[in-house]
């Protein structure tokens, strides 16, 4: 089911999902839209982002246990202030996240195998449109560790693995025919260009 007024950016770390959120921020006409994360700041998002600096060691299990939990209360809960996303898009605002089921069945799927994580979130809506920012783990991985500090995930080893499942999820998805729209982006290229191409595709779409 894809959820309308909905739209996903993904990729690995450091590929500059956030950057271009932010730019969508300053858009004059911010106010349509819903700026959004996952994990969320709902208590659970909160214990993720311990998890994810390394703070409370998890089963990788437990993590993807976690991050579907944390989904839904992204969608249908009132846990943090960016949940609820689902009443947000009906009601007609352009809810934008950065980052959503397709992280977990990456990162999840790198590390505790691609079963539990694909179950765990076959009956979420999908976004009307999903951006793919596309990207080379050495060229995203300097950009993260130049930012300082770095999460358990932010290795060079990882997040190959992780470059390596997110194209291989995303083909998956252009094969099956959902309805969602996905659009590729060379995120090696300069902040401007993407940015214009993702403000041509929101231009067309709504
Ligand atoms: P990120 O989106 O990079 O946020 P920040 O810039 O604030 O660090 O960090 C979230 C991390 O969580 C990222 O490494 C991907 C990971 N993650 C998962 O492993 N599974 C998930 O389902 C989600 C939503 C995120």
Redesign the pocket.
């Given at each position: 089911m894809i959820l309308k007024n909905f739209i996903v950016f993904e990729g690995?770390?450091?590929a500059g999902?956030?950057t271009q959120i932010e730019i969508l921020k300053k858009r004059p006409d911010a106010g349509r839209f819903f700026f959004t994360?996952?994990?969320t700041d709902s208590e659970t998002g909160k214990f993720?982002?311990k998890m994810?600096k390394g703070d409370v060691e998890l089963d990788a299990r437990t993590?993807?246990f976690l991050?579907?939990a944390?989904?839904n209360e992204h969608l249908y809960g009132k846990g943090g202030t960016n949940c609820g996303v689902v009443a947000k898009a009906e009601s007609g605002k352009i809810v934008v996240s950065?980052?959503?089921?397709?992280?977990?069945?990456?990162?999840?799927s790198v590390?505790c195998g691609d079963e539990l994580?694909r179950r765990l979130n076959e009956s979420f809506p999908l976004p009307e449109i999903l951006f793919f920012f596309d990207i080379d783990p050495e060229i995203s991985l300097k950009r993260?560790l130049g930012r300082g500090e770095t999460?358990?995930?932010?290795k060079l080893d990882f997040q190959k693995a992780?470059a390596g499942r997110y194209r291989a999820v995303i083909s998956e998805y252009e094969k099956m025919n959902t309805g969602m729209k996905i659009v590729r982006l060379d995120a090696s290229k300069p902040v401007s260009e993407i940015a214009e191409i993702i403000s041509g595709k929101l231009k067309t779409e709504n």
């Open positions: 690995i770390d450091g999902t956030s994360t996952e994990p993720l982002r994810l993590s993807a991050f579907a944390d989904r950065d980052r959503y089921l397709f992280s977990s069945l990456t990162y999840q590390t994580p993260v999460e358990i995930y932010e992780t």
